[in-house]
Every structure is written in C-alpha cells, then in structure tokens.
C-alpha cells in the first residue's frame, strides 16, 4: 500500500481515534460489584447476561461465550460441522469467521458480496453450493443486514446450516425483528469496539434447544450441563465429560460489565443512528464519494460508517483520503482486508476463488469513518470538514 502524504486542514489539539468506548459510573460499579462477590470466573452473572440479552433479542437461548471468534468456531461444531465439509462464506470479512471453518478441519468457500449492503450475494452462494456443502457463515457486515432471508430460502432447499456471523449487528432488524432467531445460530461480538462491549465477549443465540446445549457444553470443556454449579451451595463434585470442548466461557466481570451495556443498547444505536444521518446530510453529493445507505426492508446498526472513495475521480482514491484524515489527527479503518489476499489463505493451498470482483473493488475503495456513541458534534464536525476538503482537492 503506497504511504501517501496528507495535508492539514484543520488543528485539533488531540488525536480523533477511530473508537472510543463509553464507559460510565454503572459500569465501574457493576465490575466492582462482582469483584467484591468473589465470582472471577464463570458464575451467576454470566447466566444472568445470556438471559438478558436473549429477552432484548427475543431469542429463546443466548449462551454467552468468551468472543465471537469463539462463539463462530463452537457455532459451527454445535451445528455439525466436520472434516471434509465446506462452508461458504463471503471473503469480505474479519479473520475469525474464517478461523472458525478452518479450526473445524472444513474446506471453506469464498463467494462474492453484494455492494448494496456489503453482505453474502444470495445468488454466489447459490453457485458456490456443491453436494459437500455442509453450513453457509452470512455476515452483516456494518451493521447492516445482509440478504438473511434469501440465504435462508437456499440453505433450507439444499439441506444447508446457516451460522449468521453477526458481530457488527447487535439490535439490528430485518423486517422489525432483531437478528437472533433467523437461522441455526446467530453470533454476536461485545468486543471493546463493538456495539455493546463486556471488553472481550460474544453471544451465540438460538431457537434450537439442542443447539444451545452443545454451545454450552463445548465452550466448557465438554462438561455436562450444571458443572458450573460445583463451587456453589447447590453444587456437587461430580461431573461427566461428554464431548471433547474447550475452555471459550465469558465470565462473571465480563458479564456485569455487558450487563449495564445492554441497558445502553437503545440509547447507543439512537446516538449512532444520528452521527450516521449526520455523515449522510452533510456529504452527499460530492464527486468521487460514495456513501452507505440503508434499504427499506432493515434497520441498521450503524457499527460501521463506510464510505467509497473513486479512484478515477479522486487524486490518491481510498489512501489519499485516510492520508489527509491522519494528517488532521482523526482515526481512519479499512473493513476488511479480504480473506484471499491474506498469506495464510495462499499457504494453506486453498483455491483461489475467481469470482470476488465486487468484493475486490469494494476493498480497492472502502474506508471507515470514526463513529461511536460518545462522539461529540464537534468531533463529527471535523470528520466532516476534513472529508470535505480532502475530496474537494482532490478532486481531478
Ligand atoms: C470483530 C469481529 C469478529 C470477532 O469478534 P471477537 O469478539 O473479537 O472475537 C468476527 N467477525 C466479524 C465480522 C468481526 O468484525
């Protein structure tokens, strides 16, 4: 990637990162709350947050887990994921849907998005199924939901799970239902950047009660149901390992720390929801940028603000901009690198899957703006002005 120069614009006396997390008093006080009680690990606070977040998501079961990357990999076993099975999933995403497949000894499958909401395209899934297809990993990329329905449609005619990677899209909705009972499984990430945070976190939902069960089971060492009990008044010594698992449970200060994050959540999504109207407002119409809209039929989460930069009409494209926002002291991302550009793909002697043309454009062109909950109108104010100005001199 060519390092390029930017130009000051503007003077802002501290750095804009790209995140800040909010964390008040209640939060504070909730995680000394549970120190005080001698729950460090997993304990009653965790159940206690899988409950709550399952009645916020209107899901019968939500197993909290210790990150979405682990809730992705216990997600796929839980839904019967083997070696020699493939696994389609969409090469623009984070590493760790990716991990999940691979870490199951499944071959996965790269298939193209589709740029109107960044997510799985229905119908390269559709060609990449093949009679080895064993479950699909849809990620709602941004916050904003990917085709769900559609995905679902094909999955069921073809006998194929479907995990929803939904790590941005905490309390969005596709046709006023929140994401969370839609498919086989749904996992959702409360790391520090996300839309709710317990720090390091994820939750894997559920309507399938035998789905839930082996979630828990296999993100507690293959123990049996209640094993967490055993250091309780209720507890007893004895327990059954029943399957091999691992040890990817969230625990006690996590969960009260999500606990008052979920409180937040609305409140969070209100304050994104406007930052991005805002963003929407103020850069339309410039040449060169394209900016992310959402369709009718969904409500976004707002995790991410990404824009498209035009190569063709703008000096420098995507890297010029992030250029001239760096050289003004505000933070810049690019989500994601695609799967298929990075080392570890090529080494593992995957094939190479041809046909991501849009996913490679959109790379080519994307980068994320800052957006987070406690940004102040000024801070929006100089995103703005220096997003403005960058395009306006660049302008070819
Ligand atoms: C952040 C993220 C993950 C992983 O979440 P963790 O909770 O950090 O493990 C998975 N998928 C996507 C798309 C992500 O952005």
């Given at each position: 990637?060519?390092?390029?120069?930017?130009?000051?614009?503007?003077?802002?006396?501290?750095?804009?990162?790209?995140?800040?997390?909010?964390?008040?008093?209640?939060?504070?006080?909730?995680?000394?709350?549970?120190?005080?009680?001698?729950?460090?690990?997993?304990?009653p606070?965790?159940?206690?947050?899988?409950?709550?977040?399952?009645?916020?998501?209107?899901?019968?079961?939500?197993?909290?887990?210790?990150s979405?990357?682990?809730?992705?990999?216990?997600?796929?076993?839980?839904?019967?994921?083997?070696?020699?099975?493939?696994?389609?999933?969409?090469?623009?995403?984070?590493?760790?849907?990716?991990?999940?497949?691979?870490?199951?000894?499944?071959?996965?499958?790269?298939?193209?998005?589709?740029?109107?909401n960044?997510?799985?395209?229905?119908?390269?899934?559709?060609?990449?199924?093949?009679?080895?297809?064993?479950?699909?990993?849809?990620?709602?990329?941004?916050?904003?939901p990917?085709?769900?329905?559609?995905?679902?449609?094909?999955?069921?005619?073809?006998?194929?799970?479907?995990?929803?990677?939904?790590?941005?899209?905490f309390?969005?909705?596709?046709?006023?239902?929140?994401?969370?009972?839609?498919?086989?499984?749904?996992?959702?990430?409360?790391?520090?950047?996300?839309?709710?945070?317990?720090?390091?976190?994820?939750?894997?939902?559920?309507?399938?009660?035998?789905?839930?069960r082996?979630?828990?089971?296999?993100?507690?060492?293959?123990?049996?149901?209640?094993?967490?009990?055993?250091?309780?008044?209720?507890?007893?010594?004895?327990?059954?390992?029943?399957?091999?698992?691992?040890?990817?449970?969230?625990?006690?200060?996590?969960?009260?720390l999500?606990?008052?994050?979920?409180?937040?959540?609305?409140?969070?999504?209100?304050?994104?929801?406007?930052?991005?109207?805002?963003?929407?407002?103020?850069?339309?119409?410039?040449?060169?940028?394209?900016?992310?809209?959402?369709?009718?039929?969904?409500?976004?989460?707002?995790?991410?603000?990404?824009?498209?930069?035009?190569?063709?009409?703008?000096?420098?494209?995507?890297?010029?901009?992030?250029?001239d926002?760096?050289?003004?002291?505000?933070?810049?991302?690019?989500?994601?690198?695609?799967?298929?550009?990075?080392?570890?793909?090529?080494?593992?002697?995957?094939?190479?899957?041809?046909?991501?043309?849009?996913?490679?454009?959109?790379f080519?062109?994307?980068?994320?703006?800052?957006?987070?909950?406690?940004?102040?109108?000024?801070?929006?104010?100089?995103?703005?002005?220096?997003?403005?100005?960058?395009?306006?001199?660049?302008?070819?």
């Amino acid at each position: 990637m060519a390092d390029q120069q930017g130009t000051e614009f503007i003077r802002r006396d501290t750095f804009l990162p790209f995140f800040r997390p909010d964390l008040g008093e209640a939060e504070l006080a909730a995680v000394t709350e549970v120190l005080r009680s001698g729950w460090l690990t997993y304990g009653p606070k965790v159940r206690e947050f899988g409950d709550a977040c399952g009645r916020y998501l209107d899901v019968p079961h939500a197993v909290p887990v210790a990150s979405a990357s682990a809730g992705l990999l216990v997600g796929l076993k839980a839904l019967g994921v083997e070696p020699g099975d493939e696994v389609v999933l969409p090469s623009l995403t984070f590493i760790a849907t990716l991990g999940a497949v691979v870490h199951c000894g499944a071959r996965p499958v790269l298939a193209d998005i589709d740029p109107s909401n960044l997510g799985l395209d229905p119908a390269a899934f559709e060609a990449a199924i093949t009679p080895r297809t064993k479950a699909v990993i849809p990620v709602h990329l941004a916050g904003h939901p990917c085709r769900i329905e559609e995905i679902g449609a094909i999955a069921r005619r073809h006998g194929i799970r479907v995990m929803e990677d939904a790590a941005h899209a905490f309390g969005a909705q596709v046709r006023g239902r929140r994401l969370a009972g839609l498919s086989d499984a749904t996992v959702f990430s409360f790391y520090a950047t996300k839309c709710i945070t317990s720090g390091d976190g994820g939750l894997v939902t559920t309507c399938d009660p035998e789905v839930a069960r082996r979630v828990q089971v296999l993100s507690f060492h293959g123990m049996d149901g209640n094993a967490w009990q055993r250091y309780t008044d209720k507890g007893r010594w004895y327990y059954e390992i029943v399957e091999f698992g691992w040890k990817l449970h969230l625990g006690d200060p996590a969960a009260a720390l999500g606990m008052v994050q979920l409180a937040r959540a609305d409140a969070f999504m209100a304050r994104r929801t406007e930052i991005a109207a805002r963003f929407s407002r103020e850069l339309a119409g410039l040449p060169g940028l394209t900016l992310p809209v959402a369709a009718d039929w969904c409500t976004h989460a707002w995790h991410l603000f990404a824009v498209r930069v035009d190569r063709a009409l703008i000096d420098g494209g995507r890297d010029g901009l992030i250029a001239d926002l760096t050289a003004n002291r505000i933070g810049s991302s690019v989500h994601f690198i695609p799967l298929h550009y990075h080392p570890v793909f090529r080494e593992a002697g995957r094939e190479f899957a041809p046909l991501l043309g849009q996913t490679e454009r959109y790379f080519d062109e994307a980068v994320s703006l800052p957006l987070f909950p406690s940004m102040t109108d000024d801070e929006i104010d100089d995103v703005v002005t220096v997003v403005r100005e960058s395009l306006r001199r660049r302008c070819r």
